[in-house]
């Protein structure tokens, strides 16, 4: 179900911020980078479970329109 036209950029998105986070851990020896890369990887799996919920996404979109004037 990763691979579904609906949720495919969310895989990938979150395939390639959790490998960005590995190689920071890593390789890079500061730490910023690791912690911006794991609030990325908390919030795409975050779009990426709303996904599953039926109308969710466009509920959170609404949201984020009437409290921030904003598309989420």
């Known amino acids: 179900m990763m691979l579904d036209p609906v949720r495919i950029y969310a895989t990938a998105l979150y395939l390639a911020s959790i490998i960005i986070a590995?190689?920071?851990?890593?390789?890079v020896s500061w730490s910023l980078p690791v912690i911006y890369s794991?609030?990325?990887?908390?919030?795409?799996?975050h779009r990426y479970s709303l996904s599953y919920v039926p109308f969710a996404r466009s509920m959170v979109s609404k949201i984020m329109v009437g409290c921030f004037d904003t598309e989420f």
């Open 38 to 45: 794991g609030f990325c990887c908390l919030f795409i799996i």
């Open 22 to 27: 590995l190689f920071c851990a890593v390789y």
